[in-house]
Nanobody, 124 residues
Framework: QVQLVESGGGLVQVGGSLRLSCTTS????????VGWFRQGSGKEREFVAA????????NYADSVKGRFAVSREIAKNSVYLQMNSMIPEDTAVYYC?????????????????WGQGTQVTVSS
């Protein structure tokens, strides 16, 4: 099974920005859809954003629309989540996951390979 690796998490103040990265070790992401999910302390994992295989279609949770942007760079085998205007409610462990090429689904069941997650903390 392919292992995804997230990076870029950290501590940021309210209103600040972070960019998360997702890549794989030794396998390509270019033919697959990629989703971002997050799980706050004591909460269920929830959908954040997704991008299809060529970056032509994206999908966002209502809570992040207009603040977050998902993109991909095929040459670097990477998918990014740019997070702007961050609020304390964005504090969570963020996960990327790989699914079928067309997938921009909001359900965890649409994805079959997951990363270990990266912690994002927004301080007020």
């Amino acid at each position: 099974q392919v292992q995804l690796v997230e990076s870029g998490g950290g501590l940021v103040q309210v209103g600040g920005s972070l960019r998360l990265s997702c890549t794989t070790s030794g396998r390509t992401l270019s033919a697959y859809g990629v989703g971002w999910f997050r799980q706050g302390s004591g909460k269920e994992r929830e959908f954040v954003a997704a991008i299809n295989w060529n970056g032509g279609i994206t999908n966002y949770a209502d809570s992040v629309k207009g603040r977050f942007a998902v993109s991909r760079e095929i040459a670097k085998n990477s998918v990014y989540l740019q997070m702007n205007s961050m609020i304390p409610e964005d504090t969570a462990v963020y996960y990327c996951a790989r699914g079928p090429s067309y997938s921009i689904g909001t359900s965890m069941d649409a994805y079959n390979s997951w990363g270990q997650g990266t912690q994002v903390t927004v301080s007020s």
